[in-house]
């Protein structure tokens, strides 16, 4: 059995939770076994139902400011216990170092096979928002890369978020493994579903449909999108904007004051993921200027749309995006930021030929992916056993 470990896992939606769901259900799609281990969310009953492989849970709490995120309390879960004891596994992959890392690392050692662990997020970045003590910072950091050392082999979604790893402290190998993206839909069906979404959220004809994607929290740089818009409003735009976080009702304050209220249109979270495409398909550029992402499963998921992404030269995520081949970047100015989204507005054919681009490279399908990791498992248990002595 191939074990997923992840702190986040649906209903929560954010990039790490939909790509550990994505390699428990394409797994299970290709014939192997494999279980979800993550902590118990509110609603998550639908979840178990529907899933076609095992999920599971275990108690929880929810982490103060930080909703709808929630810490791990396993050894307080007796059924889960008792289950756990009986996973026998043939490879453990955990998701995120934390709870559910420390479970896949008792794991791995009890049942003497590997453990995978791929590097998500900046987590320096979470760490010093919650805690304002370098020190305690400083710790923390050494501790998740502790946890990656233990590792048998340390993976991250994109190249450039080596160096975020290394300036971190760790020194070991590390192996690319892309993300992949359910969002594939044919160019007919994709023209069918903009017009229906755009007529929905009623954009006009002549305005330029802008589209966030993500957790609403400042780290987002979502500030800067805000601040950036508030220098163009005279412009014919509206900006959708999907997710939710801490730092909403501090969103909507700065909205008013920037007085982009009949520019701005919060639609909270959506679960449904076809309507999630569509609203992906509806837009002509997608704003994402953020400096906290390693490899944003958003903007895949826009590009496979035929979107494109504005997105910061600076910026870990933006390594996928040849300028203005497959996405558009900027310097981490607001005003060029600004100037960059009115002169797009003004070619829309320039934003069409880049977002078509976009689908066929940066777009890449989470079967395909699938079929990648499952050889690297292979690899991996063969040099685990050599390593061994198995």
Same mark, same amino acid.
């Given at each position: ?62 982490? #103060?400011?930080?909703? #709808? ?87 991250? #979604?994109?190249?450039?978020?080596? #160096? ?227």
């Amino acid at each position: 059995m191939i074990g997923i470990f992840n702190d986040n896992f649906a209903p929560i939606l954010d990039g790490v939770a939909l790509t550990a769901q994505n390699y428990a259900y394409w797994l299970h799609e290709k014939g192997h076994d494999v279980s979800v281990i993550t902590p118990y969310a509110p609603h998550s009953e639908h979840v178990i139902e529907e899933a076609s492989y095992p999920i599971y849970r275990f108690a929880s709490i929810p982490i #103060p400011f930080r909703a #709808p995120y929630r810490y791990g309390l396993p050894y307080l879960s007796p059924s889960f216990l008792r289950q756990w004891k009986k996973m026998e596994f043939e490879i453990v992959h955990a998701h995120c170092p934390f709870v559910t890392g420390d479970l896949a690392y008792q794991a791995a050692q009890k049942q003497q096979i590997p453990l995978v662990a791929t590097f998500h997020s900046k987590y320096r970045q979470d760490f010093e928002h919650n805690v304002h003590c370098k020190p305690i910072v400083d710790w923390m950091v050494r501790h998740i890369i502790r946890f990656f050392e233990k590792a048998d082999e340390v993976w991250i #979604p994109q190249a450039a978020v080596e #160096p975020t790893l290394r300036e971190y402290g760790y020194k070991g190998h590390v192996e690319v493994v892309e993300n992949g993206n359910d969002f594939y839909t044919p160019k007919p069906i994709i023209d069918a579903m903009r017009k229906e979404m755009r007529e929905e959220l009623g954009v006009l004809p002549e305005e330029t449909m802008l589209l966030f994607v993500g957790q609403h929290i400042w780290e987002k740089n979502i500030g800067f999108i805000l601040d950036a818009l508030a220098l163009i409003k005279e412009q014919p735009f509206q900006l959708f904007m999907v997710g939710t976080g801490y730092a909403v009702r501090d969103i909507k304050h700065k909205i008013g004051e920037l007085g982009l209220q009949n520019k701005v249109t919060l639609l909270g979270n959506i679960h449904d993921r076809n309507r999630l495409k569509k609203i992906d398909a509806a837009a002509d550029l997608f704003l994402f200027p953020s400096l906290y992402d390693n490899a944003p499963l958003v903007v895949r998921e826009a590009a496979a749309m035929h979107t494109p992404a504005l997105m910061l030269q600076e910026s870990t995520a933006a390594e996928v995006i040849q300028p203005d081949v497959n996405g558009f970047l900027t310097p981490n100015d607001l005003q060029q930021y600004a100037d960059r989204i009115v002169y797009l507005m003004h070619h829309p054919e320039m934003m069409a030929k880049v977002g078509h681009k976009a689908s066929t490279t940066i777009s890449r399908s989470w079967e395909n992916v699938m079929e990648e990791v499952i050889l690297r498992y292979r690899d991996i248990q063969q040099s685990y056993k050599l390593k061994h002595g198995k």
